[in-house]
């Protein structure tokens, strides 16, 4: 069963541009690693939460907005070789995050239904 990845995290309004440069190199070192597909989602109709919400969730401030990516890989497996291979990549490591990386919020996800 294929495994997701899920990325989410504030980024400037101002630099999609550079955003989507990054995820661009970012998504060739993911596939040079095993992932079938990276996907990536500019946020456009984020409605403020009272206890929760997706801004708050990351931090956002007024100038940025909301990222959700997702990386599908073949198995968690996959998933787990590819990860630790894309992290050892010197191009990967010398990678500027064009947002807050202490802001990203992360996790591995186990698919238990795809219609």
């Known amino acids: 069963m294929e495994y997701i990845d899920a ?7 101002h630099d ?5 440069d990054h995820a661009k190199q970012a998504a060739v070192l993911f596939k040079k690693y095993g992932a079938i597909r990276v ?3 500019w ?8 206890l929760t919400s997706m801004p708050m969730a990351v931090q956002c401030q ?3 907005t909301v990222v959700l990516s997702w990386v599908i890989w073949p198995s968690k497996a996959v998933r787990d070789e590819g990860m ?3 992290f050892s990549d010197p ?12 802001r990203l919020i992360y996790g591995g996800f186990q ?3 795809d219609e």
């Open 91 to 102: 191009e990967m490591q010398e990678m500027e995050l064009p947002f807050d990386s202490s």
């Open 84 to 86: 630790s291979k894309l």
């Open 16 to 20: 999609q541009r550079g955003y989507l």
């Open 7 to 13: 990325f989410m995290a504030a980024v400037p309004k």
């Open 62 to 64: 007024p100038n940025e």
């Open 39 to 41: 996907v990536e989602n």
């Open 111 to 113: 698919v238990i239904m």
């Open 43 to 50: 946020g456009d109709d984020l409605p403020e939460g009272d």
